[in-house]
Structure formats: structure tokens, C-alpha cells
């Protein structure tokens, strides 16, 4: 355990905080839970969690069964024999029920336990059972960190098995006691209807857990929200968020396979509403409201973002899904709508925060691999849904934008940046040569692949050679199978440490049963 709160420098600071109210918020008015009426009581009905945590601040989360107030007591202890109180938040039925906060003027480096418990709107006297979560603040000073990322959660149809242990991924990461988690994207499958059994090839079956909305496609804000309701049904999720801050991003199944503003699904008999703009609207309400991801008042429904984690580490967020042009060949020899994923204003913001930047690590987490080919017409493997577009010439279409980024990083003089992605369901390392690309006005980078944490098994995708990515070390299928279901194994997560003296980056890629596949040890350029 680290330092302990000074619980009256802490009050004092926090004063000002909307969040913070003086002693007594749960005592004068409200009565305890064994005074509660348990036939009365709600229900927290999908845990806690926590995310975007920094040095001084991170959000909660939770969710009643019933219109509610969210109560929310801090300590540095489990015990909670001295918790600092704060004012009730609302849940109400216009966000399902859900409701987070954020928590300010946190001490660095700093264990917090949060308490929540939920009192029913109409009855002062009904409190639900209280349910305890955990995160660290981030240090303000240089001490060793480690965090985890993967993506691609509940997909191809491969829900959650009880009887097979449910989604265990989640339960091998939490072992490794990480700081934080990036999921990556595909974070839910909302196009992803589920079967109650699928036979697999040595005859057995995968049962699925069910619920109405995962019977279908979501349409719906309420079906939409069900997918994200389903995956916290996992006890292995549940106790992961507890105690580990989660930092989403997202991609393209939160909404429909594959989409962007162009999406066609006229011919998708499963869709009764057609139009992917509203779909896309509730798919990112559902997704805000139903994670602990940060409020950005200037554009409410933002993604990409910058969370910096101590003196060692900054993460950007990038959204290659929300800006795009429409998918297809993406030859353009300029950038322009059609071109673009990122989008002009998330470009400028890229550059901006890289370049003030003074961490010593700049880890971008990108929803999508830089020049694996991922194509959107995979039958007649035609049309680029990612950045690459598959000709191995110099960048045209979408690749247009990260040549600009590259070279912008090397004009700049920007240091130690990493990639980290998901979205293609198997695990890799590709180191990018100028000297082998076809564009080079860049400085040599990685790019650690991995994922999927519990969802259907690929790959592996071929490389296009714009950007000289070199596979140094890759796990797929290797007998040509596709869709292979979590009991075969093939689920990764990575993890990264940095090291608190030497700042070198050690980054692992493992499996679901907690085997080291691949191993990089990455150590800084440090200018002056």
C-alpha cells in the first residue's frame, strides 16, 4: 500500500470540486444498508469500473436496476473505516440506469478504493448491497508500470460459456496486476447475433449464455446498450473492472461490421432500420454511457483523446472510425474526404499533443494496424477498410494521412512512439523500415498486434510494403482455419512494463493461458 490519504489536505483541496461534499452526505438523511428493507433494496446489477485514470483523477462507473441515487464513498483501504463521502450522482432511467462520475484532486501514486451503493428515489430507507472497486493513480514522479491492451470482445458468436469458465482472458490479465487496460476496439459486437449452441470440431458444444438483445442485431438504443450489458454478465469482466482502470477506444462492430458514413445495408435483410447514421448515434450514446470514458464537453460524443500516465507515459487515443471517408479502393493522391481516416481535426490535435509531449514513452493506441491489409470486401479481397490499400506503392488513399504523421514525427523530433492495435484476431510485432518502404521520410517504429481477448480467432492478413513493416513474430492459425472458438486457446493480450530506473519498455505478447509467446525489450533515445 502506498501513502495514505491526509484525509483533511484531501478535503481541502477538493473543496472547490462539485463532487465533493462536506462529512455527513450519508449520514444525516440516509440510512444505512442493514436498515434497508431487502425485499425493497436495488440492485447494482453490473458491477463497477473505473478508467481514464491519471495522476490526479479517474472515472467511475456503475448501474441500478431502478431510478437511484449513486452514492460514492473513497478511502485508501478496503476496510473504509474513514471513506470520504461525496454527493449523490443520479441514475435514471434516461441513461438505463447507468451512471459515473469523475473523480478530482486525487493524491499521485496513490491506491483508491471507491464504495458504491445506489438509494432508491422513492425510498430513503431502500440502499442496495454496497460494491467495492480499486485503481492507482498514476505517480507524478518516475515508478515502474505496467499495463495490458487487447481488443475484440463476445464476437463471431463466441459468448460467454459458463461451463467453460466464461471469458478467461480476463481473469489471466487481472493476475498480472496491471495499472491499467487499453481494449482497443470491437469492444462489443452489436452485429453479432448469438446461437445458444455451436458444435465445435471435436463435437462438442459451445453454450452461450443469451439474452434478448444478443438474439439479433442491435437497432435500438435499448438493444444497443444490451450488448455491452452481456459482456459485464462474464464474472471474470466483472472482477477484472473492479480492480483494473479500463481506457476504451472503439471501432467498427460497436455499430455494424465495416462501417462508416457511407455503409450500405440495403441488402442486409437483418436490418430493419437502414440508416447507418442513426445506428452509429445510438451505437456511440450506448457506448458512452455504458463505460467509464471521459466527458469531452467540447465534443460530447469524442474518442480520441490523451491520458497521461505519470513522467514515463502518455497514451493517445486515436478513432479510425469516426472521420473516415467511405470505405472502398481509397486511391486518392490527395488527402480529402473521401481519403481520410483520422480527419483534419484529429490530425492537428495528433501532432499538437505529440509535439508537448514530455513523456518519455508516446504509445499511440490505434483501433486499426498501420500496414496489415485489412480488406472490406474480404470474398473478392477488394477495398481498403483499413490504412493499407494493398499495392505496396507509394502512399495513395488513406495511407496518406499516416505519411503525413511519420513524417511530421521525424521533422518534429518526436522520440520513443509505439504503436499498439487490435481488430485483426491474432497476435504480432512488425517493425517498420524506412530502408525497406516505399515511403521514407520517417524514423523506424514498432507495432504490437494482439487480440482477440475472447472472440473468433484469424490470420494471418498479409502486409502491404508503403512503410516497410518487417514481421518480426506472429500466432495465427496455422492450418488455414477461420473463426477457431476461444477453447482452442488462440486468445492474446499483451502486456507493457517500463521500467521505473532504466525507462526501457519491455513489451510481451501471451495467451489466455498465460504463456509468454514474444518478448521485446525497447530502450529510450533520450536527446540532451
Not at 146 to 163: E, N
Not at 353 to 361: C, D, Q
Not at 389 to 407: C, H, I, Q, T
Not at 453 to 463: D, E, K, Q, S, W
Request: some cysteine.
Amino acid at each position: 500500500m502506498s501513502k495514505k490519504f491526509n484525509r483533511r489536505s484531501f478535503l481541502k483541496s477538493s473543496a472547490a470540486s462539485s463532487l465533493v461534499l462536506g462529512s455527513g452526505v450519508l449520514g444525516s438523511g440516509l440510512a444505512m444498508p442493514s436498515l434497508s428493507r431487502a425485499g425493497t433494496r436495488p440492485v447494482v446489477t453490473h458491477g463497477v469500473q473505473s478508467g481514464d485514470v491519471s495522476v490526479d483523477r479517474g472515472m467511475i462507473w456503475s448501474r441500478a436496476d431502478r431510478a437511484a441515487k449513486m452514492h460514492v464513498e473513497l478511502d485508501t483501504s478496503d476496510g473504509f473505516a474513514d471513506p470520504l463521502r461525496l454527493a449523490p450522482t443520479d441514475a435514471l432511467p434516461q441513461s438505463d440506469f447507468a451512471a459515473k462520475r469523475l473523480l478530482e484532486n486525487l493524491p499521485s501514486d496513490q491506491e483508491v478504493f471507491y464504495r458504491i451503493t445506489f438509494e432508491d428515489l422513492h425510498d430513503v430507507n431502500a440502499l442496495s448491497e454496497p460494491v467495492v472497486g480499486h485503481f492507482r493513480t498514476a505517480p507524478a514522479s518516475r515508478r515502474s508500470i505496467r499495463f495490458a491492451w487487447s481488443g475484440d470482445t463476445a464476437g463471431q458468436g463466441w459468448g460467454i460459456d459458463v461451463s467453460r469458465g466464461g471469458m478467461k482472458t480476463y481473469a489471466t490479465m487481472q493476475k498480472h496486476q496491471p495499472d491499467f487496460f487499453i481494449h482497443s476496439g470491437d469492444t462489443v459486437y452489436s452485429d453479432g447475433p448469438m446461437k445458444p449452441e455451436v458444435e465445435l470440431p471435436d463435437g462438442s458444444l459451445w453454450k452461450n449464455l443469451i439474452t434478448p438483445e444478443k438474439s439479433k442485431v442491435a437497432e435500438t438504443l435499448q438493444e444497443f446498450r444490451g450488448q455491452w450489458k452481456y459482456n459485464l454478465l462474464d464474472e471474470n469482466l466483472r472482477n477484472f473492472n473492479a480492480q483494473v482502470p479500463t481506457f476504451f477506444q472503439w471501432d467498427d462492430h460497436e455499430v455494424v461490421n465495416n462501417w462508416s458514413g457511407a455503409k450500405d445495408l440495403s441488402g442486409d435483410d437483418r436490418y430493419t432500420e437502414k440508416n447507418v447514421a442513426l445506428l452509429a448515434a445510438r451505437a456511440g450514446r450506448a457506448f458512452h454511457e455504458m463505460t467509464p470514458i471521459s466527458y469531452n464537453p467540447a465534443e460530447p460524443g469524442r474518442v480520441y483523446r490523451r491520458i497521461g500516465y505519470g513522467p514515463m507515459v502518455d497514451v493517445f487515443f486515436l478513432d479510425l472510425r469516426s472521420y473516415r471517408g467511405p470505405n472502398g479502393e481509397s486511391m486518392e493522391n490527395e488527402i480529402n474526404a473521401a481519403s481520410q481516416l483520422l480527419g483534419a481535426a484529429q490530425m492537428r490535435w495528433l501532432k499538437r499533443e505529440l509535439a508537448s509531449s514530455k513523456a518519455t514513452w508516446k504509445i499511440i493506441a490505434c483501433d486499426m494496424p498501420i500496414g496489415l491489409i485489412v480488406w472490406d470486401n474480404w470474398k473478392e479481397k477488394s477495398g481498403a477498410e483499413a490504412v493499407a490499400n494493398g499495392d505496396n506503392g507509394a502512399p495513395k488513399g488513406r495511407e496518406l494521412e499516416f505519411a503525413d504523421l511519420l513524417r511530421f514525427i521525424k521533422a518534429a523530433d518526436i522520440e520513443n512512439v509505439v504503436w499498439l492495435t487490435a481488430d485483426v484476431h491474432y497476435t504480432a510485432a512488425h517493425y517498420y523500415d524506412p530502408n525497406a518502404a516505399q515511403f521514407q521520410e520517417f524514423n523506424g517504429f514498432w507495432e504490437f498486434v494482439t487480440g482477440p481477448i475472447h472472440a473468433g480467432t484469424f490470420g494471418p492478413n498479409g502486409l502491404d510494403g508503403t512503410f516497410g513493416p518487417q514481421v518480426k513474430f506472429v500466432k495465427a492459425p496455422e492450418d488455414g482455419r477461420a473463426n477457431l472458438s476461444p477453447a482452442e486457446g488462440l486468445q492474446f493480450f499483451g502486456l507493457v512494463d517500463v521500467d521505473g530506473v532504466s525507462e526501457e519498455l519491455t513489451v510481451r505478447l501471451m495467451d489466455s493461458a498465460d504463456n509468454e509467446l514474444y518478448r521485446q525489450v525497447l530502450s529510450p533515445v533520450k536527446r540532451g
